[in-house]
């Protein structure tokens, strides 16, 4: 079955630094996904992209979060100056139809731990 | 607003016994329901899935949940467990009107020999 590919797999930094957490999304697919998962608590949505923009957005998404395709395959999380409170497991996920209904396709996530 | 409720964070079977992770959820319209499978060091992988159609959805791996809309529960069973079995389980919802799904907190399932 393809695969949603995600590096790194751990990525460690100290609070206030941006990172860059990228995705190769299934390759026939044009609909993206941002969740996380704080230790211990429920997985959250952060934000789908369709098309080259944001389609919709968690209140978690704000202003130091953003998301990007820069090329035909990669698709990336930023966060502009990380907080504690970041500290998680970012999973990315595509879709082909953007349906509700449909099965979405995880990568095995980037496990964030901010210093 | 959706919110998915899985009761049990940890539940502990012997392998050959039933499994039962229980789920409910709350949808102000008629939902998705989903159960996906998180294995260590692996993403989500979708166990099932129901979308209005059979309210008894089978699945991948011998699972299957049934759709009680009076109850509004969505809960996964299995007659034997198996020791593969062991990993997190997420219930999750959906609907027509957003491409988010709400998930629940989880419910790890160890399976003992």
């Known amino acids: 079955e393809p695969e949603v590919t995600q590096t790194p797999s751990h990525q460690v930094t100290q609070m206030g630094q941006e990172v860059i957490l990228r995705c190769v999304p299934i390759?026939?697919?044009?609909?993206f996904y941002w969740y996380r998962q704080i230790l211990g608590q429920k997985v959250e949505f952060l934000v789908s992209f369709y098309n080259n923009e944001i389609s919709e957005k968690s209140e978690i998404f704000d202003d130091q979060f953003s998301v990007e395709r820069p090329d035909g395959s990669n698709f990336t999380l930023k966060i502009r100056s990380t907080k504690l409170e970041d500290s998680a497991m970012y999973f990315c996920a595509s879709t082909g139809q953007g349906r509700a209904n449909e099965k979405l396709f995880f990568g095995s996530g980037t496990q964030l731990s901010v210093l | 607003a959706q919110s998915v409720t899985q009761l049990g964070s940890h539940v502990s079977v012997s392998e050959g016994a039933l499994v039962l992770l229980r789920c409910n959820y709350s949808s102000s319209v008629p939902p998705y329901l989903f159960w996906y499978v998180q294995y260590p060091n692996q993403g989500l992988q979708l166990l099932l899935k129901?979308?209005?159609?059979?309210?008894l959805v089978k699945g991948i791996n011998g699972f299957e949940a049934e759709f009680k809309k009076s109850e509004t529960s969505f809960h996964l069973t299995k007659p034997s467990a198996h020791m593969s079995d062991a990993a997190e389980y997420f219930c999750?919802?959906?609907?027509?009107?957003?491409?988010?799904?709400?998930f629940g907190s989880g419910t790890r399932l160890q399976v003992q020999p």
């Open positions: 129901y979308t209005s159609a059979a309210t």
């Open positions: 999750a919802v959906g609907d027509t009107g957003r491409r988010a799904l709400t």
């Open positions: 390759s026939n697919h044009l609909y």
